[in-house]
């Protein structure tokens, strides 16, 4: 199969008090998630158009739909190397609000591996000293078969103003 359409909805929000279905995907091995109430749909990776001068958190374009999408480089945002692309490798399509205004942006992942129902009543918050992603990118973890899934926080991992983009936070 090569893509997947998922309904669009909300973001998701930082007050968790129940239940949520989870988008489970893969960067460098760890395994993160994100709700998928804001997953438009995923797909084969694209190459995307390069903007000049763009930020480095979102260099480029994609097509999606006759839409014209900004690839959103969450790697760079979590501090992460440049990835390869890989037989397993996806585009995940996520709809979000960015400065008041509904949109929709892609970012790559080595994997997308299931929807997965988590009860976000017990998030685990994740120790700043633990943490080698930008604390505030983070909304916490779950376990899932006895891993740790990294619950992303797409309001600042998404934001324009790169509030919690690596390279801001190192060092701080």
Known sequence: MTSQTHPAGDAPHAAYDGYDNLLI???EGEAFAVSVKGVH??????SPTIVPNAPRHSPGLI??????????DI????????????????????????????GRLAFSADSVEEVHEADLAGLEPIPELGA????A???????????????????????????????QTKGA
């Open 25 to 27: 995907f893969r960067l």
């Open 63 to 72: 097509n999606v739909r006759g839409v014209v999408v900004p690839v959103f």
């Open 41 to 46: 749909e995923i797909l084969d990776p694209q």
């Open 132 to 135: 080698i992603w930008p604390q």
């Open 75 to 102: 790697r760079h945002r979590l501090g992460m190397g440049a990835g390869t692309k890989q037989a397993t490798s996806r585009m995940i399509v996520f709809e979000h609000e960015i400065d008041g205004e509904a």
């Open 137 to 167: 990118c983070l909304e916490g973890a779950i376990r899932r078969n006895g891993e740790l899934v990294v619950l992303l926080n797409t309001d600042v991992l998404f934001s324009p103003q790169g509030d919690g983009d690596a390279t």
